[in-house]
């Protein structure tokens, strides 16, 4: 089994920069091989996808985002340490929100929440305005 532990949400005024942490342990000798996401939610308000890594069918990494983080925030992961971030920027009222990172076992990004196989506890990002 793999566990996933986000840390680095707080509270941000409108325009702030957070950066999130989420570490792999359990299997996190093979952390390289699997595909990463980043997902977020409100109360009332189904899990949102946020921003994925993963392995492309040419085996190289890539990344998407979803079109309102596109340009403000940037995932990466560090495989020798077995975790995978978020740089959030040019915060905004709207991101605030519960970020939970998740894993899948196949090497691939997906938007699809479902596809994920371990998901972390969640860490809390409140932006004021």
């Known amino acids: 089994q793999v566990q996933l532990v986000e840390s680095g949400g707080g509270l941000v005024q409108a325009g702030g920069s957070l950066r999130l942490s989420c570490a792999a342990s359990?299997?996190?000798?093979?952390?390289?091989?699997?595909?990463l996401g980043w997902f977020r939610q409100v109360p009332g308000k189904e899990r949102e996808f946020v921003a994925t890594?993963?392995?492309?069918?040419?085996?190289?990494?890539?990344?998407y985002y979803a079109d309102s983080v596109k340009g403000r925030f940037t995932i990466s992961r560090d495989n020798a340490k077995n975790t995978v971030y978020m740089q959030m920027t040019t915060l905004k009222f709207e991101d605030t929100a519960v970020y939970y990172c998740?894993?899948?076992?196949?090497?691939?990004?997906?938007?699809?929440?479902?596809?994920?196989?371990?998901w972390g506890q969640g860490t809390q990002v409140t932006v004021s305005s």
């Open positions: 998740a894993a899948k076992t196949r090497g691939g990004t997906s938007q699809n929440s479902q596809d994920y196989d371990y």
């Open positions: 359990g299997r996190a000798f093979s952390t390289y091989a699997m595909g």
């Open positions: 890594i993963g392995w492309t069918s040419s085996r190289v990494y890539s990344t």
